[in-house]
């Protein structure tokens, strides 16, 4: 079965520091693999997503992912993070089933 | 603007009462989701809908049930029988078969116990 793992419940760091969100999946062959954010009390939204091609992918707000097969892993990556970066974070799993699976989420806190 | 609607933003369900809450889209998806949020647990499925009249059970189907009698509309009643629904629901769509297209969200809808 396919599943989703967020290590990090609670991560915090400084305006304008580079950040990394880690994702680990678990599903027989390559999966389609996402990045959502979600603000307080609101929806999700998209910020990239990966299903083939080149392993490093570009998403909005200026968000990275690399697919790293090897490691089964799926990181989200920043250069400087912005206060307004601050918000919860999902990584998501499809194995082909039109259903997404989500991790448990990381919020990221930002300080000043 | 096309997107989906969840209605209402709050409600509030007392012991033994059913709720209903509304999910509409206008942006001609097929299929439509509900997923339930927990703190700490992330979002689990309840139910989802490839077509109009047939929808499937998710993770965590007990104490729910849906209908999808229009396209547009993916209403999710919560019954007395779910015993913990206290919870934040969202409602997505997306076209069927287009495993690689993303989840379209609506804004939620928090659900408490008076």
């Known amino acids: 079965a396919q599943s989703v793992t967020q290590p990090d419940i609670h991560i915090t760091v400084s305006e304008g520091a580079s950040l990394e969100l880690r994702c680990n999946y678990s599903?027989?062959?390559?999966?389609?693999l996402f990045w959502y954010v979600q603000s307080p009390g609101q929806g999700l939204q998209l910020l990239l997503k990966y299903f083939s091609g080149d392993t490093l992918v570009q998403g909005i707000k200026g968000f990275e992912a690399e697919f790293k097969r090897s490691q089964s892993s799926f990181n989200l990556r920043k250069p400087s993070v912005h206060w307004s970066d601050a918000a919860e974070y999902f990584c998501?799993?499809?194995?082909?089933?039109?259903?997404?699976?989500f991790g448990t989420g990381t919020l990221l806190a930002v300080q000043p | 603007d096309g997107g989906i609607t969840q209605s209402p933003k709050y409600l509030f369900r007392k012991e033994g009462q059913n709720v209903t809450l509304s999910c509409e889209q206008n942006l001609n998806h097929d299929a439509m989701y509900w997923y339930r949020q927990d703190p700490g647990q992330g979002l689990r499925l309840i139910y989802y809908s490839q077509i109009v009249n047939d929808f499937q059970k998710g993770d965590i189907a007990e104490g729910y049930s849906v209908s999808r009698e229009k396209k547009e509309s993916f209403p999710l009643t919560v019954t007395s029988a779910q015993k913990n629904p206290t919870a934040f629901y969202l409602c997505a769509s997306t076209t069927w078969g287009q495993t690689n297209e993303k989840l379209f969200f609506g804004s939620g809808t928090q659900l408490s116990v008076l």
């Open positions: 998501a799993v499809d194995g082909a089933t039109n259903k997404l699976i």
């Open positions: 599903y027989g062959a390559t999966p389609y």
